[in-house]
Nanobody, 125 residues
Framework: QVQLVESGGGLVQAGDSLRLSCSASGGTFSTYTMAWFRQAPGKEREFVASIPWSGRRIDYADSVKGRFTISRDNAKNTVYLQMNSLKAEDTAAYYC??????????????????WGQGTQVTVSL
């Protein structure tokens, strides 16, 4: 059974940076597409970024493009989300997800087979 554990969330001010990490165990991390989603209170979960196993064809939501960077270290079974220039509207619970079909980079949450429990990011003005 694949387990995903997120860390790195917290309370920051607008304009600050945070780096989220997601550590995977119990599966073949290096073959999965990994992604980050987020869910703000009262809103549906939304796609943030994805990275296939090769690290190519990375995809970002328009709302974070140019501010967030997704990366992965297959040797450490970890995916990262570097978040810069944070805004109040980035406040949400951030979830790590894994897609066993590791060659694609998709935005649909139903394509993802495994999910973490989430880490909260709160950005104050």
């Amino acid at each position: 059974q694949v387990q995903l554990v997120e860390s790195g969330g917290g309370l920051v001010q607008a304009g600050d940076s945070l780096r989220l990490s997601c550590s995977a165990s119990g599966g073949t991390f290096s073959t999965y597409t990994m992604a980050w989603f987020r869910q703000a209170p009262g809103k549906e979960r939304e796609f943030v970024a994805s990275i296939p196993w090769s690290g190519r064809r990375i995809d970002y939501a328009d709302s974070v493009k140019g501010r967030f960077t997704i990366s992965r270290d297959n040797a450490k079974n970890t995916v990262y989300l570097q978040m810069n220039s944070l805004k109040a509207e980035d406040t949400a619970a951030y979830y790590c997800a894994a897609d066993r079909e590791g060659t694609r980079s998709v935005r649909t949450e139903y394509a993802y087979d495994y999910w973490g429990q989430g880490t909260q990011v709160t950005v104050s003005l």
